[in-house]
């Protein structure tokens, strides 16, 4: 993936090409339209500027100027309050805080089964993988309240659900007929050009294949 075109930065976005945490990254800064540059690199093997930067080599990191982050959530708060158009979280506090709380709870009952799936053995991904598509069809209600995810508008937790379902098909993970208002969601979540301006080839090659 290119630099994310738009306003002009001098922000250096770490990233590896398939991490989801990554993707949540680039969907907004996709979304604003923010110049970034993309450095691609291995978890396993991240390159030596990266560890001065931050002790605990981990990726996503994101670098602007003097600021170094590496905790997605907090880079996709700090980029929303930095470049504040279009707005991906509600101004008023009570709304902001429902919003926060609806993405903990997406990263705690849906992100909690991505490493198993990833990276455990056939019988804990096997495992994960029912308990991530669970999860999802037990939400179905939610998918169909809004246009977008509890709201009319794109938001951080549209960033945050999207990448996975988008990532369902390689997960081997199928949805019943009875949770096509998931599907619907998300052909219309993935038909956005910033969700698309977000992929890197590798990802793409997910629903390719």
């Known amino acids: 993936m290119a630099a994310v075109a738009g306003k002009r930065s001098v922000m250096t976005l ?5 991490c989801i945490h990554s993707h949540r990254v ?5 979304e604003k339209g923010i110049g970034v540059e993309i450095e691609e690199s291995s978890a396993e093997n991240p390159p030596e500027d990266l560890l001065t930067l931050n ?38 506090p009570v709304s902001r805080a429902q919003c926060r709380l609806a993405v903990w709870q997406m990263l705690s009952d849906l992100y909690c089964f991505i490493d198993d799936i ?22 179905t209600d939610v998918f169909a309240s809004k246009k977008f ?9 549209d960033a945050t659900v999207a990448p996975i379902l988008w990532r369902l098909k390689k997960y081997g993970i199928e949805l019943p007929v009875e949770a096509a208002v998931i599907t619907e969601y998300a052909n219309r979540v993935f038909e956005l050009d910033a969700f698309q301006n977000s992929l890197t080839d590798a990802e793409l090659e997910m629903r390719d294949s």
Do not use: C
């Open 149 to 157: 995810f509890l709201s009319d508008d794109f938001s951080v937790m």
């Open 118 to 139: 990833e990276n455990g053995s056939e019988r804990k991904a096997s495992k994960a993988r029912k308990g991530l598509r669970e999860e999802l069809i037990a939400s």
């Open 14 to 18: 770490y990233t590896t090409p398939t």
């Open 26 to 30: 680039r969907i907004v800064l996709a």
């Open 55 to 92: 002790p605990y080599g981990t990726l996503p990191t994101l670098v602007d100027r003097d600021l170094v982050i590496y905790e997605p959530q907090v880079m996709i708060e700090y980029l929303d309050e930095r470049f504040p158009h279009p707005p991906l979280m509600p101004v008023d």
